[in-house]
T-cell receptor, first 113, second 110 residues
Framework: NAGVTQTPKFQVLKTGQSMTLQCAQDMNHNSMYWYRQDPGMGLRLIYYSASEGTTDKGEVPNGYNVSRLNKREFSLRLESAAPSQTSVYFC????????????FGEGSRLTVL | GDSVTQMEGPVTLSEEAFLTINCTYTATGYPSLFWYVQYPGEGLQLLLKATKADDKGSNKGFEATYRKETTSFHLEKGSVQVSDSAVYFCAPHNFNKFYFGSGTKLNVKP
């Protein structure tokens, strides 16, 4: 089972460049999430999608946009990358139940120079 | 808003030592409570969970009890192994959102 697949795993950008992180899950989950992980700060929620066709802001949405393309895919776009967006990004998905478990991808390490 | 506080790390223990990682939370209503673990170079994975007051979650020798009166969910293990070296995250879940603690790094020495 593939679970949650993120691409790319590593990316280096220059300030001002744009890029899209792709995420796909094959578990038929309704909810999908994008987090960033920074040293000493745990995981912070960027955006989430409770179901296909809906997206909502999390704690740190500034500088990002998302698209829930279909039930399987949830992409994260940086329109004009900044050094402050250097981080490890994790996509996750969850079943529809309120006591559901999050399933994480392996992460995407982004460096903005 | 909801939030969670974890004890700061790193925590360094010898193999077979007793482990406690403290976690307290603030939340509206009655969240479900989770502990996630992140091994080096990997994403997070569920370690254990508890969905209501006084429930005890357990897995791989780890345990945590949902204490509503103290809003706590402390993680314990009686005898740690080198393979338990990882970062541990406490995470209340409420209204379709997870609130992650800052993580506690555990180093277990042989």
């Amino acid at each position: 089972n593939a679970g949650v697949t993120q691409t790319p795993k590593f990316q280096v950008l220059k300030t001002g460049q744009s890029m899209t992180l792709q995420c796909a899950q094959d578990m038929n989950h309704n909810s999908m999430y994008w987090y960033r992980q920074d040293p000493g700060m745990g995981l912070r929620l960027i955006y989430y999608s409770a179901s296909e066709g809906t997206t909502d802001k999390g704690e740190v949405p500034n500088g990002y946009n998302v698209s829930r393309l279909n039930k399987r895919e949830f992409s994260l776009r940086l329109e004009s990358a900044a050094p402050s967006q250097t981080s490890v990004y994790f996509c996750a998905s969850m079943t529809v139940t309120n006591t559901g478990e999050l399933f994480f991808g392996e992460g995407s390490r982004l460096t903005v120079l | 808003g909801d939030s969670v506080t974890q004890m700061e790390g790193p925590v360094t223990l010898s193999e077979e030592a007793f482990l406690t990682i403290n976690c307290t939370y603030t939340a509206t209503g009655y969240p479900s409570l989770f502990w996630y673990v992140q091994y080096p170079g990997e994403g997070l994975q569920l370690l254990l969970k508890a969905t209501k007051a006084d429930d005890k979650g357990s897995n791989k020798g780890f345990e945590a009890t949902y204490r509503k009166e103290t809003t706590s969910f402390h993680l314990e293990k009686g005898s740690v192994q080198v393979s338990d070296s990882a970062v541990y995250f406490c995470a209340p879940h409420n209204f379709n959102k997870f609130y992650f603690g800052s993580g506690t790094k555990l180093n277990v020495k042989p």
